[in-house]
């Protein structure tokens, strides 16, 4: 460390301990008084530490009185000065930087199939707020097949899914997802999807009870009355007015309330112009025909049978049942007698096939 | 809350620190400040530093002290973009997200300008906010708010930093993303 002299009582201080105050180098015990006299001639009172300008202020080397260059307070030699200018980035700095930007473009390379799913999952999810479900389902469906796994994926699609109706599809993502399990289970969606798939369960446990009470004469109201609390719990259910209508329609032939049963025939054959309700009205006009004894209406029975089996377009099992139906439907026309199918069956096919 | 020493921080979340510093660099060679001193990353305290010349020019201080917390908050986002729909909504296991993600709450971390950076625009910022700087008035509210944050690093505020645009970045991104 260089050593200077104090302007003011001449000692000899290290550089350490030397201030300067306008141009003058000070020791530290007379520095206080000159800086006073200073502020009170009106000159600018600005203390700093001594700096000795024959070294770089930088690198120590020496550079004598006047050499290197002036940087602010400090002097520096010329190669310091060119790196205090214009300070360079580190060779290995620029490397990484490098090395970071490429990670960057393989991320986003790599990340593509992630971006598509997750843009699937976000469209499927503003379509399940706007209450889209079916147009959400086949963005949240293709997200599902890169993850399985997602807990808001697997979610939103069971919600999607359960009310528009699909309840297969929510059972395969409830099921394919960890086992069924949900990180966490309090969450008000988890609960919502829980609460839905549960009304579903219920809902076809009822219809599954209907359908069997359906086939048994003389339980038909009760029949209808299961099926339309099984609509209540979950309205979701695909074709549901198709659904009620038609055990309505086993509730107005078991009362022989022909006209009833007719209107809901016609109201479902104008909803879903389908082979299935091409035979209900050809069933409920035949039965018109037997107690009336318009042949309009068997003319009409008949032409919806035909229609049914041109819709059936084939398909052997509908042709089957079919058959099976218009052998009635003859009989219903040709006898003027209106009875149930077990009745029939019992009648003409014989136990063991009644019993099918 | 625990304590985790800054050194253990700084050394886990070194990329952080190492762009903090590349970016005040940066802004201080794009202004022409003279630069003394570079530490890109240290066992200490503070992990990493530049030490250039003050100026009088604003925007170059602005820049210089703000700059690095604009940088690392957008490499934050960017890194975890990459990441997050993988890791957070798609349950994806996959190892190079997860470096992602690191990188991103790394950086994001060290976003947060230091005490001293912010007392420069502190005190320079007023008078120009009177006179209709426009970076003088942004940078009020914004140094105030980083003040704050400054000294809720104890409790962790510069890894809720981090987490918070790691997380509503890219949730923002791809929701508008989602849009088009």
Same mark, same amino acid.
């Given at each position: ?6 302007? +003011? ?24 008084? =000159? ?21 770089? =202020? %930088? ?23 060119? %790196? ?13 930087? =490098? ?71 929510? /059972? ?41 009470? +359906? ?30 209508? +038609? ?42 025909? /037997? ?36 052998? %009635?439907? %003859? ?19 014989? =136990? ?5 | ?21 590349? @970016? ?58 990459? @990441? ?87 949730? @923002? ?8």
């Amino acid at each position: 460390m260089s050593q200077v002299s104090c302007c +003011e009582c001449s000692k000899t201080v290290s550089g350490g301990e030397a201030y300067e105050l306008n141009g003058k180098v000070y020791c530290g015990p007379c520095v206080p008084a =000159a800086a006073e006299r200073a502020e009170s001639a009106g000159q600018p009172v600005s203390v700093t530490r001594y700096v000795d300008k024959s070294i770089c =202020a %930088r690198c120590n080397t020496y550079i004598g009185d006047g050499g290197g260059i002036e940087v602010g307070n400090a002097r520096l030699c010329l190669a310091c000065s060119e %790196r205090v200018q214009d300070w360079p980035y580190p060779q290995w700095l620029k490397l990484s930087l =490098a090395g970071l930007l490429l990670l960057l473009a393989f991320a986003l390379i790599h990340g593509r199939k992630y971006f598509q799913a997750g843009k699937d999952l976000y469209r499927g999810e503003q379509l399940v707020e706007k209450g889209q479900f079916k147009d959400a389902l086949p963005y949240l469906k293709a997200t599902m097949k890169l993850a399985p796994n997602s807990d808001k994926g697997a979610l939103l699609t069971a919600k999607a899914a359960l009310l528009s109706g699909d309840v297969q599809t929510a /059972a395969q993502v409830l099921q394919g997802h960890n086992n069924g399990r949900f990180e966490n289970s309090d969450k008000p969606e988890f609960l919502e999807v829980k609460r839905l798939w549960s009304n579903a369960n219920t809902a076809f446990e009822k219809l599954d009870k209907a359908t069997k009470l +359906e086939a048994q004469d003389g339980s038909e109201a009760e029949a209808a009355k299961l099926a339309h609390e099984a609509v209540a719990i979950y309205p979701q259910l695909p074709y549901a007015n198709l659904l009620l209508d +038609e055990y309505d329609e086993g509730v107005a032939f078991a009362k022989k309330d022909y006209d009833t049963y007719l209107a809901l025939a016609e109201k479902d054959w104008g909803l879903v112009p389908a082979s299935r309700t091409a035979a209900m009205i050809s069933s409920a006009l035949a039965c018109k025909y /037997a107690v009336s004894g318009d042949s309009t209406f068997r003319q009409r029975s008949e032409e919806m049978l035909a229609k049914a089996k041109e819709m059936a377009n084939g398909d052997k099992q509908t042709l089957d049942r079919l058959a099976e139906f218009e052998e %009635r439907n %003859r009989y219903r026309l040709e006898s003027r007698q209106i009875i149930t199918k077990s009745a029939y069956d019992q009648k003409f096919r014989g =136990a063991k096939n009644a019993a099918k | 809350m625990f304590f985790i020493p800054g050194q253990v921080i700084a050394l886990l979340t070194f990329p952080g620190v190492i762009i903090h510093e590349t @970016a005040h660099l940066f802004f201080c060679k794009l202004f022409k400040l003279k630069v003394f001193n570079v530490c890109f990353f240290r066992f200490g305290n503070p992990a990493g530093y530049v030490i250039h010349e003050t100026t009088e020019n604003f925007t170059a201080m602005f820049f210089v002290s703000l700059g690095p917390f604009m940088i690392n908050t957008l490499l934050c986002v960017i890194f975890c973009t990459a @990441a997050f729909l993988p890791v957070w909504e798609l349950q994806v296991t996959d190892p190079l997200a997860y470096f992602y993600y690191w990188l991103g709450l790394s950086i994001g971390m060290h976003a947060f300008p230091s005490t001293t950076d912010l007392s420069h625009l502190w005190k320079a910022a007023p008078a120009l906010a009177k006179k209709g700087n426009l970076l003088a008035i942004l940078s009020l509210p914004l140094s105030a708010v980083l003040v704050v944050l400054n000294y809720g690093r104890v409790i962790w505020a510069d890894l809720g930093y981090g987490i918070a645009v790691g997380v509503l970045g890219p949730l @923002a991104i791809f929701r508008a993303f989602a849009r088009m």
